[in-house]
C-alpha cells in the first residue's frame, strides 16, 4: 500500500471526531477535491506527501492523518481557523497510522488529562478530557452526525474493548 492512497481507495474514507476535531487520512481523493487545479489549491503538506519529497517516507509511516475540519463548540475555542492540517503527535507519541493514533487517543483519554494533538508545522491544540464522552456527544447531536467514527474505526475499537 502507498502512503497516500489512490483515488477510489476508500468506499467510504475512514473518520473519528473527538472534541468536535473531524480527523481522517490523506488520500488522492481528498487532495483532488480541491478541484481541477488541485496541484495550485491543495494544502502543501497534503502536496508533500501525495507527489512531492514526502513519498520517500523517511518517518516509515503507514498513513497520514489529517485533521480535516473543527466542529465549533466550547472546548475547541481558539483553534476554529485550524484545518487541513497533518497531525505529527498525541501526547508526544508519534503516529505512524490512523489505526494507531485512533487507539492511543482513545487510550490517552482515560489515562491523560489533556490531549494533545501536534501538527505538521508545530502548532499544538490541547484539549481537556475532562466529560469528553459527552463533550463528544453534544457536539455530534448538534451537527446531526449519528456517530463519532467510521464503521473500521468501531471494529478496532471493540477489538481492544
Do not use: C
Not at 53 to 67: D, F, P, Y
Not at 68 to 89: C, F, M, Q, S, T
Not at 91 to 111: M, Y
Amino acid at each position: 500500500m502507498t502512503l497516500v492512497p489512490h483515488a477510489n481507495y476508500f468506499e467510504e474514507p475512514p473518520y473519528f471526531i473527538y472534541g468536535g476535531l473531524l480527523f481522517t487520512v490523506l488520500s488522492i481523493d481528498l487532495v483532488h477535491s480541491w478541484g481541477n487545479r488541485w496541484w495550485e489549491k491543495a494544502p502543501l503538506d497534503f502536496i508533500y506527501y501525495s507527489i512531492g519529497t514526502g513519498r520517500l517516507n523517511i518517518q516509515e509511516k503507514r498513513e497520514i492523518v489529517v485533521l480535516l475540519n473543527i466542529l465549533p463548540d466550547d472546548i475547541n475555542v481558539g483553534y476554529h481557523g485550524i484545518a487541513n492540517e497533518v497531525i505529527e503527535k498525541v501526547n508526544g507519541v508519534d503516529i505512524k497510522s490512523f489505526k494507531d493514533f485512533v487507539l492511543h487517543v482513545r487510550e490517552a483519554t482515560t489515562k491523560e488529562k489533556y490531549m494533545i494533538f501536534e501538527t505538521g508545522r508545530r502548532s499544538q491544540i490541547i484539549l481537556s478530557n475532562h466529560n469528553i464522552d459527552k463533550v463528544n456527544n453534544e457536539i455530534l447531536k448538534r451537527n446531526s452526525i449519528p456517530h463519532q467514527f467510521s464503521s473500521d474505526v468501531a471494529t478496532w475499537l471493540k477489538e481492544v474493548d
